[in-house]
């Protein structure tokens, strides 16, 4: 079975899909990281004894010297491919030039780089929306896209928008999951 690392910030949403639906059934997860000592996630990881690093991004003075933190820890676990679920941080290349790595993004790319993504494409001119899952380069939420997922905006609240994003983005992150892998 393959290895995967999980990164993730906050509430762990998308940690959690993963491992409803892939863990231990087509891929295990090897590791969990975080760099919020605070994350909702960490409780997660705990309760389905996944190995769980947490790397406070606050006690490092540059983003360089994270990033390599991050990869020693990463290490020893041998994880074939390093997901990205709501990792709230802008990798080196110290980090991606090293670590095969995807990311989840909540607007179409190259639509709305950076943060307030969902916000910003539900005011946009478009009539629809989405996620993206792409390979992660030293291009903020620039690099090979392996898939999107629309999401139709009229007549949706913000509201309503933003739960449409937020629950196909977890069918799209375990669907890029495997493609990442085969
Ligand atoms: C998700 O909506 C994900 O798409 C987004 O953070 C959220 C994390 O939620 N990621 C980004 O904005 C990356 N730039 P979660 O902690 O519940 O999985």
């Known amino acids: 079975m393959k290895r995967i690392a999980v990164l993730f910030s906050g509430t762990g949403s998308n940690f959690a899909h993963i491992i409803n639906t892939l863990h231990k059934q087509e891929v295990e997860i090897a590791v969990a990281l975080t760099n919020n000592p605070e994350a909702g996630g ?11 690093e947490i790397i406070d991004s606050k006690a490092y003075d540059s983003r360089e010297a994270f990033d390599s933190a991050v990869i020693e820890r990463l290490r020893p676990y041998g994880a074939d491919l390093t997901v990205l679920a709501g990792f709230m941080r802008i990798l080196t290349p110290v980090f991606t030039d090293q670590i095969k790595c995807i990311n989840l993004h909540p607007s179409l790319l190259p639509r709305h780089k950076g943060l ?11 009539p629809t929306g989405g996620v993206s899952v792409h390979w992660v380069t030293s291009e903020l939420d620039g690099g090979e896209i392996i898939l999107q997922k629309e999401v139709a905006k009229e007549g949706l609240s913000f509201e309503e928008y933003d739960e449409k994003v937020r629950a196909i983005e977890k069918v799209a992150l375990e669907e890029a999951i495997r493609k990442a892998l085969d």
């Open 42 to 52: 960490i409780q997660l990881a705990k309760e389905h004894g996944i190995p769980l």
């Open 116 to 126: 307030k993504s969902i916000e910003r494409s539900y005011e946009d001119e478009y």
